[in-house]
């Protein structure tokens, strides 16, 4: 099954309207389809969590399933902006102390997910929005597209902030899920 075909019948199971633009993310490729409509105009590189993928809360494990974008941030950020609770800090990761270096920073943009599937990641225990799980920058891009996130979708600031003016809020993500390889 295509990565389009598994998130056409994710739609179909939940009785969802799909979106005008669709990211499939295909976790076992590390690639991030962009669709619109019924053509794929763009893939990017990404990486993911360095532990075992997962919904759980707690976990810190990349969820899979159907997602939203559910809110948009840094819109006018510069490439490598910190950001703490969604906010800009005002200095990008290359300008501050090397103590960060062993840390995973959210950078330059991001694209906040919302799970739709009740009981797989949205809801209690499992819910990606309150897990906070993201597409974001990343400050180790030396590593990338090594997995070392804490549940997000990592990507290089250049793509991110193509895709991030690219796809509206409210938009599609379907995250493949562990058990399914997709070709694009």
Not at 57 to 79: N, Q, R
Not at 113 to 131: C, I, K, Q, T, W
């Amino acid at each position: 099954m295509t990565d389009l075909n598994a998130y056409l019948a994710c739609l179909e199971g939940h009785a969802l309207k799909r979106t005008d633009h669709v990211l499939l993310a295909s976790l076992g490729e590390k690639i991030l389809h962009h669709w619109q409509g019924s053509n794929r105009i763009s893939s990017y590189p990404i990486s993911f969590s360095k532990r075992p993928l997962s919904c759980q809360e707690g976990s810190f494990g990349t969820p899979w399933g159907l997602h939203v974008i559910a809110a948009k941030h840094g819109h006018d950020a510069p490439p490598g902006m910190v950001f703490k609770g969604r906010v800009a800090i005002g200095e990008r990761w290359q300008d501050m102390e090397p103590d960060t270096e062993d840390r995973s920073l959210v950078t330059t943009r991001i694209l906040r997910l919302r799970g739709l599937e009740p009981g797989l990641n949205a809801g209690p225990g499992v819910d990606s929005f309150e897990r906070y799980i993201y597409i974001h920058g990343t400050n180790h891009p030396e590593q990338f597209p090594e997995n070392i996130s804490a549940g997000c979708i990592l990507m290089l600031d250049e793509p991110l902030m193509e895709l991030f003016e690219a796809v509206p809020e409210g938009s599609h993500v379907f995250i493949s899920p562990p058990d399914q390889s997709f070709a694009g």
